[in-house]
């Protein structure tokens, strides 16, 4: 999977982890999709253990994926930073 799917994936993943959870973080745009990118890294990861398959390329799969890791990956940040 090439780097411009990767940025797409990430977009849509981190667009609508963040509409899933809305709340004030800092970043915009380009954090949006950092956490996306990193989300699906996530989501693939998480999913190839439990034998759902990885992020294997633009598809509604990977998509879904790449949007529960966004999720987690958003959550996790919220809760250690309401902490410290």
Known sequence: MGILSWIVIGLIAGVIAKFLMP???PGGFIITILIG???GVIGGFIGSLLGFGGVT???FKSILLAIAGSFLLLLIFRLF???G
């Open 23 to 25: 709340g004030k973080d």
């Open 37 to 39: 990118i990193a989300g």
């Open 57 to 59: 390329g633009l598809n």
């Open 81 to 83: 930073r309401k902490k």
